[in-house]
């Protein structure tokens, strides 16, 4: 019998939302995070957006995901009473060129079973928001923002509450295969080995390294991770908007938009900038240039002086700059050959929307 049931790793919202799904089934589940607290890395670095489910390729695994996280998630927060609000967001064409883009988007949303997306005339778009210019526009409705560490505390609560246990300050500095699951090496400041069942690897842009310290783990399922950067700046002064309001979105990312917080504070981003490092999280004032000009391109009354640097995320990328974006990979033991293992790889934008669906297929992959 191993000294650990059920391992997640990672204590982002998706290794959250994981690790109570399990508890709940009747896991007896260990979160091990590697920081001195939960979601600190991508999940607290985002938009805090709950996206509708309109971007993603008909059938793919992130538009499945999406929309059937984001049914789930307005659900769990309203029975729970957490903070979160259904603001809806327009999306953007400040030309007819970039119609097609917009009917694109249309197309996506209904092949994914999104109705609710409408078509709104330039005028219509500005009686809703008078600040905004574009020609046309679509508004979805069902797109709202989360108090996302409010979200994190009660998926913690629920596991705990089911028998779950949290290890902070918990790297994993090295694990093995046994003839039953694995032996794994905790880090901290009580190091120790343990023998676990069953392993689930949530590590957010940490998960392919982590599985390069597995003996014996297959590399061609070991993918290269890239690290696109995001860097919000933040708004001072009154609040120009009720909705979100997006652009046009771009290769590797949705744009720079604007989103407004469960606190009423404006913000603007996430551009896009590949980098390095993980780590590169400090934000250049001097990319504000671009800023300013992305987000006048549809509220042309921006005035000068009225953006800060905020804060910036990292997105764990599976591709490169000139790659097209992949789907989100749940790996299980029928993609890789090795029992009672599953990895969550390039889990970025929708992760947070998905959270609460992509635990459940991870529940049911384990029991299958």
Request: proline share 7%; hydrophobic share 40%; aromatic share 6%.
């Amino acid at each position: 019998m191993s000294d650990i049931d059920c391992l997640v790793i990672g204590a982002g919202v998706v290794g959250l939302a994981v690790a109570r799904e399990l508890a709940l089934a009747g896991r007896e589940v260990v979160i091990a995070e590697a920081a001195e607290g939960i979601g600190t890395q991508t999940s607290a670095r985002n938009s805090e957006v709950i996206h509708a489910g309109i971007y993603y390729p008909p059938g793919s695994l992130k538009a499945r995901v999406c929309v059937e996280g984001r049914r789930k998630l307005y659900a769990y927060l309203e029975e729970r009473g957490l903070p979160h609000k259904g603001c809806g967001k327009l999306i953007v064409a400040t030309s007819e060129a970039q119609k097609p883009a917009l009917e694109t988007i249309m197309a996506r949303a209904k092949a994914s079973g999104v109705d609710s997306l409408r078509w709104l005339s330039g005028a219509e778009a500005r009686a809703m928001e008078p600040e905004v210019r574009c020609e046309i526009a679509l508004l979805s409705p069902e797109t709202g923002v989360v108090d996302s560490h409010a979200l994190m505390l009660s998926l913690l609560g629920e596991c705990e509450a089911a028998g779950g246990a949290l290890a902070l300050n918990t790297p994993i500095t090295g694990w093995r295969r046994e003839a039953e699951g694995f032996s794994v090496d905790f880090g901290g400041d009580e190091p120790a080995t343990y023998t676990v069942r069953t392993v689930i690897n949530s590590a957010g842009h940490g998960a392919p390294k982590l599985l390069g310290l597995l003996d014996g783990f297959p590399p061609a399922h070991v993918p290269v991770q890239h690290y696109a950067k995001g860097n919000y700046f933040a708004l001072i002064g009154k609040q120009p908007f009720t909705h979100l309001v997006y652009p046009v979105p771009e290769a590797a990312g949705l744009g720079i938009h604007a989103t407004i917080d469960m606190g009423g504070r404006v913000k603007f981003g996430p551009d896009v900038e590949w980098v390095e490092s993980d780590q590169d999280l400090i934000v250049d004032p001097a990319r504000g240039d671009r800023f300013y000009a992305a987000i006048r391109t549809y509220w042309p009354a921006l005035p000068d002086g009225a953006l800060v640097a905020d804060y910036a995320g990292i997105r764990p990328k599976l591709h490169g700059p000139t790659e097209p974006m992949p789907d989100f990979r749940i790996d299980g033991p029928e993609v890789h050959g090795v029992p009672e293992l599953v990895n969550l790889l390039g889990i970025e934008s929708p992760g947070l929307t998905s959270s609460l669906a992509i635990a459940e297929m991870v529940r049911d992959k384990l029991a299958g």
